[in-house]
């Protein structure tokens, strides 16, 4: 177990994020789709965010302010 332990230390972090070839706003659409749905659970959509931006290397910046934009645009 020990030994298990030591090797997912040793990694380097880049190792383990993948890329996320679509636009900032298309994966933080997939973020408001989980966290409205509540497919994942006891989580606020801050913390969702911050997974998804540590597993795809990403910063989305804030999220809420450029969720609205989107909103608006539609309406436009």
């Known amino acids: 177990m020990n030994k298990q332990i ?3 230390k ?4 880049k190792q383990n994020h ?12 997939l973020i408001y789709a989980l ?4 497919s994942i659970a ?3 959509i801050r913390e969702i965010a911050r997974i998804f931006e540590n597993v795809f290397d990403i910063d989305l910046g804030d999220i809420h302010n450029a969720f609205h ?4 645009r539609e309406k436009e």
């Open 10 to 13: 040793s990694k380097s972090p």
């Open 42 to 44: 006891e989580k606020n």
């Open 6 to 8: 030591e090797k997912l």
């Open 18 to 29: 993948l890329k996320w070839k679509a636009s900032k706003n298309a994966l933080i659409e």
């Open 35 to 38: 966290h409205i749905s509540n």
């Open 69 to 72: 934009k989107m909103k608006y």
